[in-house]
């Protein structure tokens, strides 16, 4: 674990497989792998290899094992996409070869140049962070974000509804 970081998860095989599990249940809950117009953000691939341009540029924040970045880069071969994460248990080598991954701890930056990306992806994160941590990932989403570009952030409430006394003091009161 990380210094400041409250991941508590184990970075193990077992983990990967949960977070692959999870993965396909939120593709399957929110009938895809994005909820911004991908077709017209990264398909633009096609038309800035034409001109010559570069190409779009994705980030997934905290990838884990890296499915989603391996569907988008395939379903999208003219984007590139990345993903960082702070355990590495993303695939090494067999993998699509628009999609790169990096072991990197977000609390101390996000490790790209300002206006790189046209689409920043990031789900189940905000419960690992605290309310400081989250407002410098966000001015660090905002510089790496191209200006007009997309984010996505996918989350849940960590705060559990009509909880007993002891589940108010370990979750609740800790959620705040």
Aim: hydrophobic letters at 40%; a negative charge; aromatic letters at 8%.
């Amino acid at each position: 674990m990380a210094p400041g970081l409250p991941y508590r998860m184990v970075c193990d095989e077992d983990e990967s497989d949960r977070l692959i599990i999870l993965h396909f249940l939120l593709k399957y809950a929110f009938n895809g792998n994005s909820m911004i117009p991908t077709e017209e953000i990264l398909a633009e691939g096609m038309l800035c290899l034409q001109q010559k341009q570069r190409r779009p540029q994705v980030l997934d924040i905290g990838c884990g094992p890296g499915t989603w970045v391996l569907e988008m880069a395939t379903d999208f071969p003219n984007a590139d996409f990345h993903g960082i994460d702070l355990c590495p248990m993303f695939p090494g080598t067999i993998k699509p070869a628009n999609s790169y991954f990096r072991q990197h701890n977000i609390l101390e930056g996000l490790p790209f140049s300002d206006n790189t990306f046209d689409y920043l992806h990031m789900r189940l994160m905000l419960g690992c962070l605290t309310l400081d941590q989250i407002h410098k990932l966000l001015a660090e989403i905002l510089r790496v974000l191209k200006p007009g570009g997309y984010v996505e952030l996918r989350d849940v409430e960590y705060r559990i509804q009509r909880p007993g006394p002891v589940t108010d003091s370990l979750i609740n009161q800790k959620c705040k």
